[in-house]
DNA sequence: AATACTTGCAACCGCCTGGTC
DNA sequence: AGACCAGGCGGTTGCAAGTAT
């Protein structure tokens, strides 16, 4: 491969007398023999951006992939499934479900779920010392409710979380519909996991969706209540109600549209585009 | 120390897609 | 149009290494 270029991996195997077939050769290749291959354990960036495209894009794996300069899609793979979901899951068994009232991941109606305004995200963007600051700010300041990990609501509001300090809850705020993997997505991210994952009681967590970013990109009101229903597939029977008087996100509705979403439906490049703005993006690959 | 169990990862398998004839 | 092939992809398996008992 490295004197000759990537031909045909038919060639690939004949020519180097190899008792394997050309997939195999190329699986070899790509997974393994590749010189810019990023060895060694995934940082915890790479785990945050993973889990933020995993909720995008779903099991998408080589275009998760390729979004990772280094790592192979059957890398990331086996660290998902082998990692991630068993944390995710670990987590989402280990939070009381006396806790909140989302233990039904379609029960959405439960006070608490968001208790963080538009002004703490200002806040919390405002005052993150990091150089994502302007493009977390830009976010916002786009969708209101962005797709990125403002969690936290009273502890620490105005610090990013430690990216350093473990995995902390993109899983929780993103949005992931017919991807089966055992935990609950539904229309409103990973219900239920993660709460462990930064110490934060999963009653704190606001879990904002890609639903609620359409809806609020199309709703211009100022009233502190607004109520939307969009006929189309993504949104079907999804009611929004932002109260901004107490800064709780209360939602209603039919939130497990299940069959009704497809992955394919979705318009990918615009959902990556909030990716390719993930605040950790600019990190180097080493 | 021996055995059982768990974990992580490379490789395999089967399906799908796109190109060519 | 349909057969054939190569490549791409996601799910699954096999196994070595690590850990627990």
Redesign the pocket.
């Known amino acids: 491969m490295l004197s000759n270029g990537?031909?045909?991996?038919?060639?690939?195997a004949r020519n180097a007398g190899l008792q394997?077939?050309?997939?195999?050769?190329?699986?070899?290749w790509?997974?393994?023999?590749r010189p810019d291959l990023k060895?060694?354990?995934?940082s915890p960036q790479e785990e945050e951006l993973i889990i933020h495209l995993h909720s995008v894009?779903?099991?998408?794996?080589?275009?998760?992939?390729?979004r990772l300069p280094g790592r192979?899609?059957?890398?990331i793979?086996?660290?998902w499934?082998?990692?991630i979901k068993?944390r995710l899951k670990n987590s989402s068994t280990s939070t009381s479900p006396n806790k909140s009232n989302a233990s039904d991941p379609r029960d959405f109606t439960g006070a608490g779920l968001f208790s963080m305004s538009e002004q703490d995200i200002m806040n919390l963007c405002m005052d993150s010392s990091s150089s994502s600051s302007s493009s977390m700010h830009a976010m916002v300041m786009r969708n209101r409710f962005d797709p990125l990990p403002m969690l936290e609501n009273s502890h620490d509001h105005h610090h990013m979380p430690n990216a350093g300090a473990g995995l902390f809850n993109v899983s929780a705020c993103m949005t992931q519909v017919g991807?089966?993997?055992g935990l609950f997505y539904g229309n409103h991210g990973i219900i239920g996991g993660g709460g462990n994952n930064i110490g934060l009681d999963q009653s704190e967590l606001f879990i904002p969706s890609l639903e609620c970013i359409s809806i609020e990109e199309e709703n211009n009101t100022t009233d502190n209540t607004f109520e939307k229903t969009n006929n189309n597939n993504l949104l079907n029977n999804i009611n929004i109600i932002n109260n901004n008087n107490n800064n709780n996100f209360v939602e209603s509705g039919n939130y497990w549209g299940g069959e009704n979403l497809r992955m394919g439906e979705w318009d990918m490049e615009e959902l990556l585009e909030d990716v390719s703005s993930f605040p950790f993006l600019d990190f180097q690959v080493q």
């Open positions: 990537q031909g045909c991996w038919s060639d690939v394997r077939c050309g997939k195999s050769c190329r699986l070899r790509i997974n393994y023999l060895r060694g354990a995934f894009l779903g099991n998408r794996w080589s275009q998760i992939a390729a192979t899609d059957n890398e793979k086996n660290f499934n082998s990692t068993k991807i089966g993997d």
